[in-house]
């Protein structure tokens, strides 16, 4: 069971800037994606971006070009660096890990971060 834990949440003004960190129980270089979902008050958990264990890259339309995801499976850690921030960023983020095993796939969650941008 990979355990998974979020920093970096907080609150910023619209066009701020924030760094999530996510850091992993195990080695990241085992899991096959990182990624980072987030969910808004009465609305569905949506996927914001993530990355595959050979470095490869997949963003949401609503936050490509302001928002950047990057692991260091030195540290066991993958960030989300959020700049140009906006009110409809705000929401709980979760640092997601998904592992292929012998062709069973595990789901792995963080508690979740909150982030808030004020107008």
């Known amino acids: 069971q990979v355990k998974l834990v979020e920093f970096g949440g907080g609150w910023v003004q619209t066009g701020g800037s924030l760094r999530l960190s996510c850091a992993a129980s195990?080695?990241?270089?085992?899991?096959?994606?990182m990624g980072w979902h987030r969910q808004a008050p009465g609305k569905q958990r949506e996927l914001v971006a993530f990355?595959?264990?050979?470095?490869?890259?997949n963003y949401a339309d609503s936050v490509q070009g302001r928002f950047t995801i990057s692991r260091d499976n030195a540290k066991n850690t993958v960030y989300l660096q959020m700049n140009s921030l906006k009110p409809e960023d705000t929401a709980v983020y979760y640092c997601?890990?998904?592992?292929?095993?012998?062709?069973?796939?595990?789901?792995?969650w963080g508690q979740g971060t909150q982030v808030t941008v004020s107008s």
């Open positions: 997601n890990g998904r592992q292929f095993v012998s062709a069973t796939m595990y789901d792995y």
């Open positions: 195990e080695r990241i270089f085992s899991i096959n994606t």
């Open positions: 990355i595959t264990s050979d470095g490869a890259t």
